[in-house]
């Protein structure tokens, strides 16, 4: 049985110099000690993001690995069908290992490095980054109809609706706001819906007994690793994803196997449906989710397919931004609805935004919150910056 | 040299120089002690000072002494401070003799004759700007540790700990080195009593020691 449950992902270790810079960077102040006193993390605040992680100026914070005790152990059993997936910021943050400026896109090697290591089917999260957004637009409209009485959309949650793929922003939820959980998206991340896909779908397409499946994410978070342990995530009777490994732990394992990752020739990923639309590529960045799940909303209820897609406002670096965004409902005969969507990037920056929802004073009706800054692209899962400005 | 005994004393160090030296020299050992005590994790030395966050509220704040001291001295003395800092950072053909000499201090280099020097001689002007720089640097990079951790880059957070501790151990063995000479070895403890105590050393020593400077003090009496 594994401890991340109650243990929590990341971990101070012996190394910290007492620096203190940790405490000004955690969300949740879930980091205690004062300069000059080693540091450690209170679980029960902690939301896994490991932004104290790739911030520690002396690497003294570390993340629990499932690399050696599941996924190196998965890979040599012959009996595992092992199936892997790659978030959208992975492969913009892994070259950076390898040498690489960042953001310098190395998909095709990553896909090409995972099969020298052994992964049976090398799939890619864009797929069901696309369900998410589908799911999560839906519902929107759903709650919006809902929301303005249409009959038919009773069962459907209150507006806003706030996003569901940030785990450490959904555990802060759970955490510090229970009562705002009716708003958020009830729609899995897209790394928990490949997971449950690759334990259904997939092994009926492919003929295999789903129970041999083994199914890996690699992911720039180390939240996602408690994500894939909490025990509700097991609708098809198996665990939707049984191993996470961040940006950083693949770069080892290529390392550490030997691979010259840069002279690999390029490589295309498996497929096993159709095409993505690349909207799951700006999943990375902030405003991602939000802008795709818009987009779904929008030709949904307009009835038009937006051929350009000018959601820009939503865009930028502001911890929090918003915009409003008209969309002529065809139900409605042609009625304009304005949207009212927020992008909260930082769960620090949630606080004011949640006390207005259960104040009933918000106006919004989408909220997406993320909890690293800047996005996924920097999550606590990614290559460690050595930056000095 | 001389073979002339040269009677009386001659004031070398005055009571406000004296005083900020021995304020600059405690807070050094306090910091020192507590420094080393966080870098190595030594308990000893933190539960000395109230346990390793307490230890550190006294590191800095004998920090904020060891600052606002020497400035202090700076601008109550200006006159004294620039003529100090000529006299350490202008070396003349003598210093250069000097220093090939090593002073006369290492046994086994066999000295005739020492070439004359000025109040301070060509070792005490290194060690006196080798000084000035390690503060600089500590006191440079002590305050961002403090003051701005939360705002610098973790890289950069990291560069301050290293010149921080680099130049710390380097001080420290300067200052043990300045002490052997000072205090112990046998041809220069007599200049002890200049600075720790009455601020007056022996006129004949100076006359041989600091010859240079002993002439121009003749010269203006
Ligand atoms: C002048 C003002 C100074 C300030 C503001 C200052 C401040 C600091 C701070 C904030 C730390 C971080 C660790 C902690 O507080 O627990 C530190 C560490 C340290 N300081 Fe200072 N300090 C000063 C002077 C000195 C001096 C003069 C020495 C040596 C004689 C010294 C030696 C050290 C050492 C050895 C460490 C540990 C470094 C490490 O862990 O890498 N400091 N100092
Ligand atoms: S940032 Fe790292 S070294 Fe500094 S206090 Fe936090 S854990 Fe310790
Ligand atoms: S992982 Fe995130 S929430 Fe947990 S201590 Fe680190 S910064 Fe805070
Ligand atoms: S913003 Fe992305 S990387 Fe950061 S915790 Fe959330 S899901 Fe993980």
Same mark, same amino acid.
């Given at each position: 049985m594994s401890t991340l449950l109650s243990d929590g992902v990341i971990h101070v270790s012996d190394k910290c110099k007492a620096c203190d810079h940790c405490t000004s960077i955690c969300p949740t102040h879930a980091i205690k000690g004062r300069l000059g006193e080693k540091h450690h993390i209170e679980v029960r605040k902690c939301i896994n993001c490991g932004q104290c992680l790739i911030n520690c100026p002396f690497g003294a914070i570390d993340d629990v690995s499932m690399v050696d005790e599941r996924i190196i152990k998965a890979l040599k059993d012959p009996s595992k069908f092992v199936v892997v997936q790659e978030a959208p910021a992975v492969r913009v943050a892994l070259g950076e290992e390898f040498g690489q400026a960042p953001g310098t896109n190395v998909k095709h090697k990553m896909y090409a490095a995972l099969r020298r290591l052994g992964f049976d089917k090398v799939y890619d999260t864009e797929f069901t980054a696309d369900l998410t957004i589908t799911e999560e637009g839906t519902e929107l409209i759903c709650r919006v109809f809902n929301d303005l009485g249409v009959p038919g959309y009773e069962a459907f949650g209150p507006l806003p609706q706030f996003t569901s793929c940030c785990p450490a922003w959904v555990k802060y939820a759970e955490d510090k706001y229970p009562q705002v959980l009716p708003h958020i998206s009830t729609a899995k991340s897209p790394q928990q819906m490949f997971g449950a896909v690759s334990k259904t779908y997939l092994a009926e397409k492919l003929g295999i007994d789903p129970a041999s499946i083994y199914s890996v994410s690699v992911m720039p978070c180390t939240a996602k690793k408690y994500e894939c342990d909490r +025990?509700? *995530?097991?609708?098809?009777? *198996?665990?939707? =994803?049984d191993a996470v490994m961040t940006t950083r732990e693949l770069a080892q394992m290529i390392k550490a196997a030997g691979i010259d990752f840069m002279s690999l020739e390029d490589e295309q990923a498996d497929r096993f449906i159709g095409a993505s639309t690349?909207?799951?590529?700006? *999943?990375?960045?902030?405003?991602g989710v939000m802008e795709a799940a818009l987009r779904t909303a929008y030709e949904v209820l307009s009835g038009e397919t937006l051929d350009k897609v000018d959601f820009k406002a939503v865009r930028g670096f502001k911890p929090v931004r918003e915009a409003t965004v008209e969309i002529p409902v065809k139900a409605l005969g042609g009625k304009v609805l304005p949207v009212n969507i927020c992008i909260v990037t930082g769960t620090k920056y949630v606080d004011d935004v949640i006390e207005d929802v259960l104040a009933g004073r918000s106006q919004y009706h989408f909220i997406e919150v993320m909890n690293c800054p800047g996005g996924c692209v920097n999550g606590g899962g990614q290559p460690i910056r050595r930056d000095t400005y | 040299m001389s073979e002339d005994v040269i009677k009386g004393k001659v004031l070398k160090h005055d009571t406000q120089t004296r005083t900020m030296h021995w304020i600059h020299l405690l807070a050094f050992l306090i910091l020192g002690i507590t420094g080393i005590g966080f870098y190595w994790d030594i308990a000893g030395i933190a539960n000395i000072f109230g346990g390793p966050a307490n230890s550190s509220l006294v590191h800095r704040w004998t920090g904020v002494v060891f600052t606002v001291a020497p400035i202090l001295y700076i601008l109550l003395n200006f006159d004294r401070f620039s003529r100090f800092v000529d006299t350490i950072t202008s070396f003349s053909k003598d210093d250069f003799a000097w220093l090939k000499t090593m002073g006369?201090? =290492? +046994?086994?280099?066999?000295?005739e004759e020492v070439p004359p020097q000025e109040k301070y001689n060509a070792g005490q002007k290194i060690l006196g700007i080798l000084i000035i720089i390690g503060c600089l640097l500590i006191i440079l990079t002590g305050f961002p540790m403090w003051l701005w951790r939360d705002v610098v880059a973790p890289a950069t957070l990291a560069l301050c700990y290293n010149i921080h501790f680099w130049t710390a151990i380097i001080m420290i063995l300067l200052v043990l080195g300045h002490f052997f000479l000072a205090a112990i070895h046998p041809k220069s403890r007599v200049e002890f009593s200049s600075m720790m105590l009455d601020g007056y050393i022996d006129a004949q020593i100076t006359a041989e020691h600091n010859a240079k400077w002993f002439a121009e003090l003749q010269k203006t009496e």
């Open positions: +025990p509700e *995530f097991i609708a098809s009777g *198996f665990k939707d =994803v690349g909207a799951a590529t700006i *999943f990375g960045a902030t405003g | 006369g201090y =290492v +046994p086994f280099i066999k000295v």
